[in-house]
């Protein structure tokens, strides 16, 4: 199995930390996010990782090398300019001939990735997760195992995990885009999506703050 990480993005909320850092190389409870995302992959059988960047990259080829470190294969795809997550993903779809995890490698989580697959006929299967306070009114729901947007009456949010076809990215040209308006919600609407629902640890930090309480969290365990 491959997954493919994003890590891409400038991570402003995250200022001043992200000045001079990308934000996947914070750390809580003594390792980077982007590290302990890694090392949670291997332990899912995991081989090889692809990583995405742009924002002080070189940071996160200094840290992780190719991965022999971590007993997998880390490559990289470099861009020059930001491609969004859905163009990043395309930008690199070449490294995959079969369905691959995705997973922002600014998160926390106690995932267990073993656990993802992707059933015959289907692009993509998501993982959601219960609203948190930024997203109170969540984005799609699940009807009868897909993934749908307008008829449901309870909503949830996009974890940030999933695991994809390459035959999601069929369109030849690479553009910036976001994974969910630009590709998955296209094939949900067509029923070929379909969704979890994930009730476990998962956080997507997205200050400071939320760091800090989650490490002092961390420590008094």
Do not use: C
Not at 164 to 189: C, M, Y
């Amino acid at each position: 199995m491959k997954a493919f990480l994003l890590a891409a993005g400038k991570g402003r909320r995250l200022l001043p930390f992200t000045e001079d850092n990308p934000k996947p190389l914070i750390k809580v409870g003594g390792i980077s996010l982007i590290e302990r995302n890694i090392l949670i992959l291997k332990e899912s059988d995991v081989e090889e990782v692809i990583i995405n960047l742009h924002h002080f990259g070189e940071k996160i080829i200094d840290l992780l090398g190719d991965g022999s470190n971590y007993d997998l294969k880390i490559s990289y795809s470099l861009e020059e300019e930001l491609l969004g997550t859905g163009g990043g993903i395309h930008n690199a779809v070449h490294h995959f001939d079969e369905p691959f995890i995705v997973l922002s490698s600014d998160i926390w989580t106690d995932f267990n990735f073993s656990n993802l697959a992707l059933k015959e006929g289907l692009l993509a299967n998501m993982i959601l997760i219960p609203n948190p306070l930024a997203n109170l009114k969540g984005d799609m729901g699940i009807v009868n195992g897909l993934i749908d947007h307008e008829n449901v009456e309870k909503k949830y949010t996009f974890s940030g995990i999933a695991i994809l076809s390459p035959q999601l990215f069929t369109q030849s040209k690479v553009t910036e885009s976001e994974l969910w308006n630009d590709f998955l919600k296209p094939a949900s609407i067509k029923g070929l999506v379909s969704g979890e629902i994930y009730m476990g640890a998962l956080k997507n930090l997205n200050s400071l703050e939320e760091v800090e309480k989650l490490d002092a969290s961390l420590s008094e365990e």
